[in-house]
């Protein structure tokens, strides 16, 4: 089983990111059109996500192992009086794939929808 952990995208994450956002194989896998991205457009995204916080969190997904990026989780579009979010997620490294799907709950959510607390 794969640890990880989650913690805010930064800057350093930008050169994975761009990365992934450019490669078709990665970019098919989560089922989305294919387009170029340049790293000068990501720098831009970040800052403006890092300067609109209030209505999405962006987190990055790391192996405990060894501090590597393997993905990416997004609230987007937070409604905090209806309580609503959306959610994307995705990983860009094939290994990460290849196993089983990694599924994060927060205490309040599992147990309120699924009747149970994660280990």
Known sequence: MIKFYVRELC???LVSLNKWRNDREVID??????????QKVDESWLANYHANRGSAVRLAICE??????????YLLS?????????LQSGSA????????RIVCYPRGV??????FEPE
């Open 11 to 13: 800057h350093s994450d």
């Open 29 to 38: 896998w989560l089922g989305s059109p294919f387009r170029f991205v340049s």
């Open 64 to 73: 405990v192992a060894n501090d590597i990026l393997i993905g990416a989780v």
């Open 78 to 86: 937070i409604d905090w009086v209806s309580e609503a979010v959306s």
């Open 93 to 100: 490294k094939k290994l990460s794939r290849a196993r089983r």
């Open 110 to 115: 599992a147990s309120r929808f699924y009747g």
